[in-house]
């Protein structure tokens, strides 16, 4: 039985704990499991016992990243007890947040709905306890040190409350002569100490009835100084503020205040309004705006849900096949990386005109193909970007599938692709799939954009201005760094996910489709797609004016072979190709032949292969290859000699410095690539050939890097433990909290022991237990025969020194066999690495 489960003894009532450590060993398994899960940092290392694991929840920086993950109200809530004095009822939060009942609120307060504040703070404060920022029972709350020291109002950081300190914090330090002339400018009776004058003071400032009387008496333009105060920043500047001033002696609005206490020098030139006197002239009111429950976003307009879906899915396939062209081109002319690492800007340029988009778009497209995996660096002395050989498998996939893992790609990584282009610490641009475009945020905001118009009605469309305030409610502290713009990075995410979901085709007209509900649910959307995607086509519309209209979304294999032979002239609806001398070499080159494409034409066409393109088939396969290109420096061979001669004498070959070696053979000074591509330029169509003579063929899906895992998110913290690893370490918390909470009695009296270590006595976690070697031995082989636990402490092999709640089970030969209840196992110790024994007071 843990210690989690034990039930109190009868007749003893469970007693409030009196420290952050005990209220966690009063928690069950289950309520600590959801602590580490919300708080995973907690467990890097695993804390040695409840002792260790409460230091770790008050330390700074855990606790600052505990709050970023609050939302509005709940932090809200942690913000006015920071504002209360520490141990404060739930009833003076309450009050906090809506205002005293029967108090009038401060006219530029906004409204707010008591019911509601009431309703939703219990769920505020459960949410605070089970993630270890506050503590205690209802009628004393406790926040964390660290959790109140960052919350907490001073006159240098009022945070989100706007107000001050305490009168007795901004007081600190203050003359005794000096409280007493603030007692007397008050009104109030002298008090024999500075300790009761602060408290006469704050006393008069809690009371609304004697305030209100002292507030009275102020002049207009003394009210009128506090206005400007009472919602924050609580200071103001005023020359020679630390200047002591009695009530009769003061001759201006700020030396009335100040002769008062109603305003207090916060630094030798400016005053503090304290925090007393500003929940006063607020009506109570900490915040003067409290939001109890997430805002709804008013929808921008309302779509049929078919349409949607509909439109979704069309764009989906857009999608799928825009990754596809992109991957292809660059499987065929593989861009060349920077050093630094990306895309070259005229290669984006490239990549955008290939595309018929913005480079913006064009980048987006890159960064989601090189987060799926399908795209990355070849790793060579001169990296190129080219497609993986997890492309290949992709491509073999059912649209609904290849959909599905850009869309999981796209909400899981942190890239940003609206990035690139924009300068970064130096004033450089940031280059397409650059290593600075990784923005820890971009995850989450994505998943809260789409939720948030996930609870909208279907087909409902709602602007980036209309969800934005749903996404500051959730993680009002997960902003991000401001842009140059002077917004945060979290409103251009929101932009910036609505224009890609609907490039992606999670949105249809701009509102979130099926599909996507399905995925953000956790479920699999393609079952869900399939229905809906355009059902490819395996037929073409052959023109005679030498072009091809695809109707519709064409099968791969059929797309991939006609973009081989014809050029991508238009899109849209429908795609229309078009066939050139070029593009039928090309076909040529890749190891097609004339009645190949003859073949293909005929089998694909509905309206038969018309005379022009049949033509321009045969004469571009009559020339290919007539002039023979090989490596020499370079050479040119031909059988017919007056075409050789033609070439020689053309002024468009002086780069190439022919010279005629034989009547069927031309050396060139230039390299076989260049003698091609410049021959091809002057209209002829030659080949490259072996060094056999056989003719080359240039396969077109030829490159591909080695094999390449898809790039790994940047982790804004730490990873989210399994459900295994939260078993483990609550089992080993458990265990050493025991251990170190075990209430021993001496066995024996060690070397150095004292008569007042003899009785029973709470571990001490400095100290191990020690006892001579030969009354050591004698206690176990004791605890053995009658079974009972012993509080033992040992040094392993390393020199570390720790302390073990045991069951000998054995003692022979130098070691102890027992039940080790820190590690959960049966284990054996070495008896010469045991300092000491003691048995464990179980009647405690």
Not at 120 to 137: D, E, I, M, V, Y
Not at 307 to 332: F, H, I, P
Not at 444 to 473: E, F, K, N
Request: aromatic share 4%; glycine share 8%; hydrophobic share 45%.
């Amino acid at each position: 039985m843990t210690a989690s489960q034990r039930e109190p003894r009868p007749g003893r009532a469970a007693a409030a704990p009196r420290t952050l450590a005990e209220e966690l060993r009063a928690r069950s398994d289950e309520a600590l499991a959801e602590l580490l899960r919300a708080r995973p940092d907690l467990l890097n290392p695993v804390p040695s016992d409840l002792t260790q694991l409460a230091a770790r929840l008050s330390s700074r920086a855990s606790a600052l990243r505990a709050l970023e993950l609050l939302d509005r109200f709940t932090l809200q809530v942690a913000e006015a007890l920071a504002a209360t004095p520490d141990g404060s009822p739930e009833a003076a939060v309450r009050n906090l947040l809506a205002g005293p009942a029967r108090v009038k609120a401060h006219p530029l307060a906004d409204p707010v709905d008591r019911a509601a504040v009431t309703a939703a703070l219990p769920a505020a404060l459960a949410t605070l306890r089970s993630r270890a920022l506050l503590w205690g029972p209802d009628s004393a709350l406790r926040l964390v040190i660290a959790v109140r020291e960052a919350l907490a109002p001073s006159a240098n950081n009022p945070g989100r409350t706007g107000l001050g300190p305490t009168l007795a914090e901004a007081t600190t330090g203050m003359s005794p002569a000096r409280l007493q002339q603030l007692l007397a400018g008050a009104g109030l009776p002298p008090t024999p100490d500075p300790v009761t004058a602060v408290a006469a003071l704050a006393a008069l400032l809690a009371d609304r009835k004697r305030c209100a009387a002292l507030l009275a008496e102020a002049p207009e333009a003394a009210l009128a100084l506090l206005e400007k105060l009472v919602w924050g920043p609580p200071t103001g500047t005023v020359p020679d503020a630390a200047r002591q001033v009695t009530a009769d002696e003061a001759r201006s609005p700020v030396e009335w205040l100040l002769a008062r206490g109603l305003l207090l020098p916060s630094s030798p030139g400016s005053v503090v309004l304290p925090r007393e006197l500003a929940l006063h002239l607020r009506g109570g009111r900490s915040h003067r705006t409290v939001t109890p429950v997430v805002p709804r976003p008013t929808p921008a307009a309302e779509r049929d849900p078919q349409a949607v879906d509909s439109a979704a899915a069309g764009q989906a396939y857009t999608a799928v096949r825009t990754v596809e062209e992109l991957l292809d081109s660059w499987g065929l002319t593989p861009p060349p990386g920077l050093r630094a690492g990306g895309l070259g800007v005229r290669d984006l340029k490239r990549a955008a005109l290939a595309l018929e988009c913005s480079e913006s778009t064009a980048a987006f497209w890159l960064e989601l193909a090189y987060a799926a995996g399908l795209l990355a660096p070849d790793g060579e002395a001169d990296e190129r970007w080219a497609p993986t050989p997890a492309y290949d498998t992709w491509l073999q996939q059912p649209v609904a599938e290849r959909w599905a893992l850009l869309a999981r790609s796209w909400l899981a990584t942190t890239r940003v692709a609206q990035l690139t282009g924009t300068p970064d610490g130096k004033g450089k641009a940031r280059a397409a799939l650059g290593p600075e475009l990784d923005r820890t945020l971009a995850p989450s905001v994505r998943r809260a954009t789409l939720a948030a118009l996930a609870a909208l009605p279907p087909g409902s469309t709602a602007t980036a201005d209309a969800l934005l305030p749903v996404l500051q409610w959730q993680r009002p502290l997960r902003g991000g760094p401001a842009q140059p713009d002077g917004r945060e990075l979290r409103d251009h995410l929101t932009d910036w996910t609505l224009a890609e979901a609907e490039l992606l085709g999670l949105t249809g007209r701009g509102a979130l489709a099926t599909p996507a509900r399905t995925l953000l649910d956790g479920g699999d959307p393609v079952a869900v797609l399939a229905p809906l995607l355009p059902q490819p086509l395996d037929h073409v519309i052959l023109q005679p004016d030498l072009t091809a209209i695809a109707p519709g979304p064409l099968l791969t294999p059929l797309a991939q072979a006609l973009a081989l032979c014809a050029d991508i002239e238009s899109k849209g609806g429908a795609t229309v190709y078009r066939f050139t001398g070029e593009s039928v070499r090309r076909a040529l080159d890749a190891g097609r032949t004339a009645s190949d494409l003859h073949a293909f034409l005929e089998q694909h066409s509905r309206t038969g292969v018309p005379q022009p393109l049949s033509y321009l088939i045969d004469d571009v396969a009559r020339r290919h290859g007539v002039l023979r290109v090989g490596a020499a420096s370079s050479y040119l061979r031909c059988d017919d000699t007056a075409l050789l001669a033609e070439v020689l004498a053309d002024r468009r070959a002086v780069e190439l410095r022919l010279r005629l070696l034989a009547p069927t053979v031309l050396a060139a000074q230039a390299a076989p690539e260049t003698l091609l591509s410049v021959l091809r330029g002057m209209g002829f169509a030659p080949a490259a050939e072996s060094t056999e003579g056989d003719v080359l063929i240039t396969r077109p899906d030829s490159h591909r890097t080695p094999p390449r895992t898809a790039p790994a998110p940047v982790p804004g913290g730490p990873p989210r433990p399994d459900d295994v690893l939260l078993g483990a370490a609550i089992k080993a918390v458990r265990a050493g909290d025991r251990a170190a909470t075990a209430v021993r009695r001496e066995t024996v009296a060690g070397p150095a022991a004292t008569p007042q270590q003899t009785g029973p006595a709470r571990t001490d976690l400095r100290q191990l237990p020690r006892t001579a070697a030969a009354d050591t031995l004698a206690a176990l082989q004791t605890a053995v025969l009658l079974g009972e636990r012993m509080w033992i402490g040992y040094v392993n092999a390393e020199g570390l020194a720790s302390q073990r709640v045991v069951d000998p089970v054995k003692v022979e030969g130098g070691f102890v066999t027992a039940y080790d209840h820190l590690t959960d196992e049966v284990r054996t110790f070495a008896l010469h690495r045991i300092t000491g024994v003691a048995e464990v007071d179980e009647s405690a």
